[in-house]
T-cell receptor, first 115, second 114 residues
Framework: ETGVTQSPTHLIKTRGQQVTLRCSSQ?????VSWYQQALGQGPQFIFQ???????GRGNFPPRFSGLQFPNYSSELNVNALELDDSALYLC??????????????FGPGTRLTVL | DQQVKQNSPSLSVQEGRISILNCDYT??????FLWYKKYPAEGPTFLIS?????DKNEDGRFTVFLNKSAKHLSLHIVPSQPGDSAVYFC?????????????FGKGTKLSVIP
């Protein structure tokens, strides 16, 4: 069973640029969630995708957008980067439907630095 | 407005003793509470969960207690081992229109001293 993978591991961008982060879900999982973890903070929910549709969104502006593909892999896109976007971006996959709690499995994250 | 709070940034415990990590929440609509453990350079790993209708859940050395009236939960690790040294995040699940979202606390760094 393959776990959640994310690429790239590290990324440096300058203010105003755009970035795309990628995530491959754990085998068999149909739901992916993205989180932003700033230094010294807990992960903050950005949005969730289920069956290629956005299925819930946290308190993030529209310049944060995403995609989920038929193979359930996902992208997080951030436009017009700001210094405060510097953070660890975590992807988590899960299997929606059935069961009392559907555990979210996290990837190792992408460390984004905006200069 | 922080809905999930972990007020202790760090905790040091001797090997073999009990570690108690605490978490408070404000949102009565949370239906599940979870603990995640995170090592440096890795993503959070699920440890244990508890439904809002329970008051205790046990899994090996890990026990989570939930006090709904106080909006408080705690994670007990007995006995603590050096390998338990990590950052522990308390998280709470809410649902809206079929979407489940986790709200995390800021984490508590546990150091288990051999």
């Amino acid at each position: 069973e393959t776990g959640v993978t994310q690429s790239p591991t590290h990324l440096i961008k300058t203010r105003g640029q755009q970035v795309t982060l990628r995530c491959s879900s754990q085998s068999g999982h149909n739901t992916v969630s993205w989180y932003q973890q700033a230094l010294g903070q807990g992960p903050q929910f950005i949005f969730q995708y289920y069956r290629e549709e956005e299925n819930g969104r946290g308190n993030f502006p529209p310049r944060f957008s995403g995609l989920q593909f038929p193979n359930y892999s996902s992208e997080l896109n951030v436009n017009a980067l700001e210094l405060d976007d510097s953070a660890l971006y975590l992807c988590a996959s899960s299997l929606a439907g059935g069961g009392s709690y559907n555990e979210q499995f996290f990837g190792p994250g992408t460390r984004l630095t905006v200069l | 407005d922080q809905q999930v709070k972990q007020n202790s940034p760090s905790l040091s415990v001797q090997e073999g003793r009990i570690s108690i990590l605490n978490c408070d929440y404000t949102n009565s609509m949370f239906d599940y509470f979870l603990w995640y453990k995170k090592y440096p350079a890795e993503g959070p790993t699920f440890l244990i969960s508890i439904s809002s209708i329970k008051d205790k859940n046990e899994d090996g050395r890990f026990t989570v207690f939930l006090n709904k009236s106080a909006k408080h939960l705690s994670l007990h690790i007995v006995p603590s081992q050096p390998g338990d040294s990590a950052v522990y995040f308390c998280a709470a699940r809410s649902s809206r229109a079929g979407s489940y979202q986790l709200t995390f606390g800021k984490g508590t760094k546990l150091s288990v001293i051999p």
